[in-house]
């Protein structure tokens, strides 16, 4: 398997280290968020991948899974 992303070798299933991480990362953020304002998950990921500054890696996951779930 490879990253669905960047076409690295993937860890496990979609995501290679790197964005597995990113990955990971954002759902940690998710819970925050979801507290602090009711965001839902799709907000959630329109909001990480309209922001500049977002990291690459966040923006890169964000968009792919906004992608996914068309
Ligand atoms: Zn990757």
Same mark, same amino acid.
């Given at each position: 398997?490879?990253?669905?992303? +960047? ?8 995501? +290679? !280290?790197?964005?597995?991480?990113? +990955? ?11 507290? =602090? !304002? ?12 309209? @922001? ?9 996951? =964000?968009?792919?899974?906004? @992608?996914?779930?068309?």
């Amino acid at each position: 398997m490879k990253c669905i992303i +960047c076409g690295r070798e993937a860890e496990n299933k979609d995501y +290679c !280290l790197l964005h597995k991480k990113a +990955c990971e990362n954002l759902k940690e953020k998710y819970e925050h968020w979801k507290k =602090a !304002l009711g965001l839902s998950w799709r907000d959630y990921l329109i909001q990480v991948a309209e @922001n500049p500054f977002s990291g690459v890696k966040a923006r890169q996951v =964000a968009e792919t899974i906004l @992608n996914e779930d068309k």
